[in-house]
């Protein structure tokens, strides 16, 4: 059974940052596209960032672009997204999705 689980989030001050974990269990941890996304209370859900092990290649929303860093450690089968420069508009649920499965949120609150 493929289980996502998100860890890392926190209460952290505008500038600062928070490096979010995603474990993944229950897949071969050797080909995948892991995602990273967020859902703000009254707003649509938003893809943050994006990884496929395949070629290496990451993707990242507008808003994140030269804040966010996304990377994977396989030995660990984890992903991770290194946030800096945090902005209260970056506060939210933060969710690792892998091929339609969801990981339980993480909170990320921003304070001003």
């Known amino acids: 059974e493929v289980q996502l689980v998100e860890s890392g989030g926190g209460l952290v001050q505008a500038g600062g940052s928070l490096r979010l974990s995603c474990a993944a269990s229950g897949f071969t941890f050797d080909d995948y596209a892991i995602g990273w996304f967020r859902q703000a209370p009254g707003k649509e859900r938003e893809g943050v960032s994006c990884?496929?092990?395949?070629?290496?290649?990451?993707y990242y929303g507008d808003s994140v672009k030269g804040r966010f860093t996304i990377s994977s450690d396989n030995a660990k089968n984890t992903v991770y997204l290194q946030m800096n420069s945090l902005k209260p508009g970056d506060t939210a649920v933060y969710y690792c999705?892998?091929?339609?499965?969801w990981g339980q949120g993480t909170q990320v609150t921003v304070a001003s």
């Open positions: 999705a892998y091929l339609g499965y």
């Open positions: 990884i496929n092990s395949s070629d290496g290649s990451t």
